[in-house]
C-alpha cells in the first residue's frame, strides 16, 4: 500500500510540472491595430496608443504588422529614438509586409516606420510586455485618449405629401459622406477591395459631398479621368491635388467620378476611389472595373385612391476591413484541462491494482 502511496504522489508532481509547462507556453498572436493595419494613421499616434491601451502583452506573444513592401516598414528602436522619430540605430528591421515579431523579452518595446515623417505622423508603437501570460496586465508606455465614436451620417426625413396632394418623385437632400468611413484616407491594409467594398455600401447623387481625411504631408486626393485612375499615372494632368487635409469634395455632375492619392505608389496600393453619381433617386449603372453601387429598391404603385408616401432611401455601411482574426488558445486551454484527468485516471489505477 505504501508503494501505492509513493507511485501516486509522483503522478501528483507531473501533473502539477505538466500544467505550469502548458500555462507558461501559452502565446497570443496580435494583429497591430487590428483592421487598421500598420500605417500613417488618420488622427495621429492615438489610434496605436489606444489600441496598446487595450492589449495585454507576454513573453513569447507575436505581433503581426500589416502592411504593402514599399511603402512602409517596422523598426523596433530603444525609447530615446522613439521619442525622437531616430532611426539611424534600429535594433531590429523589416521591410517586408506582413511582419511577424516574436517578444522574446519582458518590459518596454518600441516600434517605428522609418519611411519619412511617417513616425512623426504616429505610425509608431509603444508598449509594455509582461515575464508571463499570468502575470497582471501592464500598464502601457503612454495612456491613450478616450476613443471618439465614428460619424454616421444621417439621412434626412422626407415629409409625407399633403392630403389629395399628387406623390413626389423620389428625391432626398444633399448628404455628407466620411469616404473609408473610420479608415479613412489611406493606403489600405487590403489593398482596394477596402475602398471598392465601401463604395458599394453608398448611394451617390449630385449635391452629396466626400469627406476625405488624412494626415497632412502624408496623403493627398486628387480626381482625375479613368483612363488616369485605371494607370495610377497622372503625369498628363493639369489639375493640382487638394493637399490639406479633411478634403471635401463636392459632387457637381453626374457619372463616374474617380480619386487618387498622387504620393508614389500609394493609389497601386489601393489608395483610390471610383463612384458613380446620379442625377436623381434612381442608381445608375457603377462603371466597369470598379465596385458597382447598389440600386435602391422601386416603390410598387399606391393603390387607387390612396396619396403615396415616399420612402427615403437609408444607404447601408459596410462593416470595415478586418484583418483575419489572431488563432485562439481554444487548444491549450483544452489540453491543460483534460492533463490532470488522464494523470489522475493514472494513479487511480495503479491505486488499486
Excluded at 495585454?56 to 522619430?85: K, M, Q, W
Excluded at 509586409?97 to 516600434?111: D, K, R, S, V, Y
Amino acid at each position: 500500500m505504501e508503494g501505492r502511496f509513493n507511485y501516486m504522489g509522483v503522478f501528483m508532481a507531473v501533473i502539477v510540472g505538466a500544467m505550469m509547462v502548458h500555462g507558461s507556453s501559452a502565446q497570443t498572436t496580435h494583429t497591430v491595430g487590428d483592421s487598421l493595419g500598420w500605417v500613417v494613421p488618420p488622427a495621429g499616434d492615438a489610434a496605436y496608443r489606444t489600441w496598446a491601451a487595450s492589449t495585454t502583452f507576454a513573453v513569447g506573444d507575436v505581433l503581426v504588422f500589416n502592411f504593402p513592401t514599399g511603402i512602409h516598414d517596422v523598426a523596433e528602436v530603444n525609447r530615446a529614438a522613439f521619442d525622437s522619430c531616430n532611426s539611424t540605430s534600429p535594433i531590429s528591421m523589416s521591410t517586408n509586409g506582413p511582419t511577424n515579431i516574436t517578444l522574446t523579452t519582458a518590459g518596454e518595446h518600441h516600434f517605428i516606420c522609418t519611411f519619412a515623417r511617417h513616425c512623426n505622423l504616429g505610425q509608431r508603437l509603444a508598449i509594455n510586455v509582461s515575464a508571463s501570460s499570468a502575470a497582471a496586465p501592464a500598464p502601457q508606455p503612454t495612456t491613450p485618449p478616450p476613443a471618439t465614436a465614428p460619424i454616421s451620417p444621417a439621412v434626412p426625413a422626407t415629409p409625407p405629401p399633403a392630403s389629395g396632394a399628387p406623390a413626389p418623385s423620389p428625391s432626398r437632400a444633399a448628404m455628407t459622406y466620411t469616404v473609408g468611413d473610420r479608415l479613412g484616407w489611406l493606403v489600405p491594409p487590403g489593398g482596394p477591395i477596402a475602398y471598392q467594398t465601401w463604395a458599394r455600401g453608398n448611394t451617390f447623387m449630385v449635391g452629396d459631398i466626400l469627406v476625405f481625411n488624412f494626415t497632412n504631408g502624408a496623403h493627398d486626393v486628387l480626381e482625375v479621368t479613368r483612363p488616369e485612375f485605371d494607370s495610377c499615372n497622372v503625369s498628363t494632368t493639369t489639375a493640382a491635388p487638394i493637399m490639406t487635409g479633411p478634403a471635401r469634395i463636392t459632387l457637381t455632375s453626374a457619372g463616374e467620378h474617380h480619386f487618387i492619392c498622387t504620393f508614389p505608389q500609394h493609389c497601386s496600393f489601393g489608395q483610390r476611389l471610383a463612384i458613380n453619381v446620379t442625377a436623381g433617386g434612381s442608381t445608375a449603372t457603377p462603371p466597369s472595373g470598379s465596385a458597382p453601387t447598389p440600386s435602391s429598391t422601386a416603390t410598387p404603385p399606391p393603390s387607387s385612391g390612396s396619396p403615396a408616401t415616399p420612402t427615403p432611401f437609408t444607404p447601408s455601411t459596410p462593416s470595415p476591413v478586418t484583418a483575419p482574426p489572431p488563432p485562439g488558445n481554444s487548444a491549450t486551454s483544452f489540453a491543460v484541462g483534460v492533463l490532470p484527468f488522464t494523470f489522475l485516471a493514472v494513479a487511480v489505477a495503479f491505486l488499486y491494482n
